[in-house]
């Protein structure tokens, strides 16, 4: 029967499919930790007091990083080349989503619509994040190899949605909320279309190494294109609306290293 426990599991138990998976996730987070780096570095003055929490942020995802790095060392594979098609990081700034990495390589500081525009593709990105690692916390928890690190990643990403849930609420408070709500949902948008051509790009991959026949991947494809479907239909609406967290300052204390999780 084809599940995503049973399809998860294919891709985890063999050498090469895992491989593209650790790295396509490694890249990413790293991605990630640089971004949000920089975004802390040029943090405008009247917002100074961020600056803590987004470093926060920027570090837990480099711990990530080096998370999947080391459970593809701990398996004696190197890192693989992310293919172009796969890396969701790369594909939201072509879209325009988020703040342009030339600019984050500059040294001029941040505007207050940058902050809100940051936060709000955060509120997004890190909606989907969640999402996927409680998927992967629900089935491989108690995984030998990954179930430390899924539930750790997890918890942070957690924490992450909270933090962009609390901020955004706080900026709403000081009369930017139309300007949140279009930018959150002009990302939501956006971000659910890169999300299935990056899923039918990461399945291809996938098909390919694991020989996976034609109706297999016909209908792994035809899922895809469903929640697609679903997501530009009425899905998006979750990604967009704001609440306060049960978590409350979720990013105020320094990140914990990843090997106080042994």
């Not at 998927?135 to 990643?153: S, T």
């Not at 039918?200 to 209908?219: E, Q």
């Amino acid at each position: 029967m084809l599940s995503a426990k049973t399809l998860f599991q294919e891709i985890l138990d063999n050498d090469e499919s895992y491989r593209l998976f650790c790295s396509i996730a490694a890249s990413g987070e790293a991605q990630g930790g640089w971004e949000n780096a920089r975004i802390a570095a040029l943090v405008p003055e009247g917002r100074r007091e961020l600056a803590p929490r987004i470093v926060r942020h920027g570090a837990d995802e480099d711990k990530h990083g080096r998370i999947f790095n080391a459970l593809l060392k701990k398996r004696g594979l190197p890192p693989v080349e992310v293919p172009p098609k796969t890396d969701y990081t790369m594909l939201l700034e072509q879209q325009g989503i988020g703040l342009a990495h030339s600019r984050l390589r500059g040294e001029e500081r941040l505007t207050e619509r940058d902050i809100i525009t940051y936060l709000a593709h955060s509120r997004i990105t890190e909606q989907r994040a969640s999402e996927q690692m409680q998927l992967l916390r629900r089935y491989f928890a108690d995984h030998p190899d990954i179930g430390r690190a899924v539930k750790m990643i997890s918890n942070d990403e957690d924490n992450h949605l909270a933090y962009c849930h609390e901020e955004l609420l706080a900026l709403a408070r000081e009369g930017h909320g139309r300007t949140i709500q279009r930018i959150m949902r002009e990302c939501a948008l956006a971000e659910i279309r890169v999300y299935r051509d990056v899923s039918l790009a990461v399945m291809a991959n996938m098909g390919r190494i694991l020989g996976w026949s034609r109706p297999k991947a016909a209908v792994l494809a035809a899922g895809i294109h469903a929640v697609y479907a679903y997501e530009r239909l009425v899905g998006w609406r979750r990604m967009v609306t704001l609440e306060m967290p049960e978590r409350r300052n979720a990013l105020g204390s320094p990140a914990v290293p990843e090997h106080e999780y042994a």
